[in-house]
């Protein structure tokens, strides 16, 4: 069936550096790439989202990139902040459907 | 702001009771989905809806069950709780997009844990 192979599981960068997350989707009809933040306690927020037409989308510190003939996608953000500790997904989206990848963890350490 | 409510936070319930969970929005929202989150495995869809009195399965239906008489108010129905049922639940809502082809921006509330015993 389809599925998004989501990786690392938990991350752990110093405050200031990068992080990337990547993912792998299955279901070559997706062509909706939204990412959701989730802070402890709260559900997920969508921080950034890509569509099929674009290579690269970028939002202040946020960077989402997408390559669809291999059908990866990744998460870039730049610039850590402790804030940005929480868990991320990536989720592939066709109609009227939304495959979520496995999680990570971000940790910024201070 | 988009407000999607969970009626509970936490839960605990025996094995063998019925459970109800309640989700309401306020922003006129067309779609609505319940969730399960449980570790390594993200979130996986368990029912969906898309208008009033219809409603749609999942990935994961078994052993649940949904009711939307309002359009603002999506119910999770668990009619006899067992302890694999023992999860997060996330309720989320979502006004389909103009080509009605993907579900547009999820809007997420705080989650229920349930806990079977």
């Known amino acids: 069936g389809e599925n998004v192979e989501q990786h690392p599981s938990t991350l752990s960068v110093q405050e200031g550096d990068s992080a990337v997350i990547k993912c792998t989707y299955s279901?070559?009809?997706?062509?909706?790439f939204p990412w959701y933040k989730q802070e402890l306690g709260k559900g997920p927020q969508l921080i950034i989202d890509?569509?099929?037409?674009?290579g690269e989308k970028k939002d202040q510190r946020i960077a989402v990139t997408l390559n669809k003939t291999a059908k990866h996608f990744s998460l870039h953000i730049t610039e850590t902040q402790p804030e940005d500790s929480a868990v991320y997904f990536c989720?592939?989206?066709?109609?009227?459907?939304?495959?979520f990848g496995t999680g990570t963890r971000l940790k910024v350490l201070a | 702001d988009v407000k999607v409510t969970q009626s509970s936070r936490y839960l605990v319930k025996r094995t063998g009771e019925k459970v109800f969970l309640e989700c309401v929005q306020d922003?006129?929202?067309?779609?609505m989905f319940w969730y399960r989150q449980d570790p390594g495995l993200g979130l996986r869809l368990i029912y969906f809806?898309?208008?009033?009195?219809?409603?749609e399965k999942g990935d994961i239906p078994e052993g649940y069950s949904v009711s939307r008489e309002k359009k603002e108010r999506f119910s999770l129905i668990l009619e006899s709780a067992s302890t694999n049922q023992t999860s997060m639940y996330l309720c989320?809502?979502?006004?389909?997009?103009?080509?009605?082809?993907?579900?547009?921006?999820?809007?997420f509330g705080e989650g229920s844990r349930l806990t079977v015993l």
């Open positions: 279901d070559s009809a997706s062509n909706y």
């Open positions: 809806s898309y208008d009033v009195k219809m409603k």
């Open positions: 989720v592939a989206s066709g109609t009227y459907k939304y495959i």
């Open positions: 989320a809502s979502s006004f389909p997009n103009r080509d009605r082809l993907n579900t547009g921006e999820l809007f």
């Open positions: 890509i569509r099929s037409n674009v």
């Open positions: 922003m006129d929202h067309e779609n």
